[in-house]
């Protein structure tokens, strides 16, 4: 009974620590959202803890800005979804929804994403309809 409890206990304080890693309010502009806007992918990273991809946006300029998108899915639940290793690749055309970054607006939290002129899923129900 006592291993018990200490399991119990042990449980309920990582929970609270999980918890805290995703506290996305203190990193993104929640109300202002960015695209969508196009550009060519540079990198693609399907590692854990979190998916992310860099890509080529043209600014009013006509300078190339390299942009880093974070999807707040592990490859787990992304492959379940059908994304691969090779989902994105260089040179691809990508067009991208995403919140930005509080302190950096050239990284952002995805919110809808096209590879190729295909939109792709990054949530799980948009898998499912």
């Known amino acids: 009974m006592k291993n018990l409890l200490l399991v119990s206990v042990c449980c309920m304080g990582l929970a609270t620590v ?3 890693h995703h506290g ?4 993104w502009t929640a109300d202002r959202l960015v695209g969508p806007v196009s550009g060519t992918a540079t990198d ?3 590692n854990f803890p979190h998916v992310s991809f860099a890509l080529d946006i043209t600014d009013e300029q006509g300078n ?3 942009h880093t998108m974070s999807i707040r899915w592990t490859p787990t639940v ?3 979804m059908g994304w691969r290793r ?12 995403f919140v930005p970054h509080k302190l950096d607006p050239t990284v952002g939290s995805l919110r809808s994403l096209e590879v190729n ?6 949530e799980p129900l948009e898998a499912q309809q």
Request: charged letters at 20%; glycine letters at 12%; hydrophobic letters at 40%.
């Open 18 to 20: 999980v918890k805290a």
């Open 24 to 27: 996305g309010g203190s990193y």
């Open 44 to 46: 693609f990273s399907f």
């Open 64 to 66: 190339a800005v390299n």
């Open 78 to 80: 992304l492959r379940k």
């Open 86 to 97: 090779d989902t994105i690749g260089p040179g691809d055309k990508l067009t991208v929804t």
């Open 117 to 122: 002129d295909a939109p792709l899923a990054i």
